[in-house]
Nanobody, 112 residues
Framework: VQLQACGGGLVQPGESLRLSCRAS????????MGWYRQAPGKERELVAL?????RRYGDSVQGRFTISRESKNMLSLQMNDLKPEDTAVYYC?????????WGQGTQVTVSS
């Protein structure tokens, strides 16, 4: 499985961005997909997960971000009311019964 994420960029506080992730390969084997992020000097952390009908969010993004599994191979993350602390590289993630897959990451910078 290969993951390609896009949609990052530079925005001001309070603005919105939408990230997309396209999976290719054995997408029908995927059990779940999600987003993680890593800021400079910090560990990678959960942003949002989508597994079946279950959605799970990190505490810091709850109520502002929305994850959508639009098809077996398309995942999106709508990010509203962005804050400077949301600045990070965002990674798309997918899992099947054997392996965890990671995309290459897309930079999100929130700054005035």
């Amino acid at each position: 499985v290969q993951l390609q994420a896009c949609g990052g960029g530079l925005v001001q506080p309070g603005e919105s961005l939408r990230l997309s992730c396209r999976a290719s390969g054995r997408v029908f084997s995927l059990n779940g997909m999600g987003w993680y992020r890593q800021a400079p000097g910090k560990e990678r952390e959960l942003v949002a997960l989508s597994t079946g009908s279950i959605r799970r969010y990190g505490d810091s993004v709850q109520g502002r971000f929305t994850i959508s599994r639009e098809s077996k191979n398309m995942l999106s993350l709508q990010m509203n009311d962005l804050k400077p602390e949301d600045t990070a590289v965002y990674y798309c993630n997918a899992v099947d019964s054997n392996q965890i897959y990671w995309g290459q990451g897309t930079q999100v910078t929130v700054s005035s």
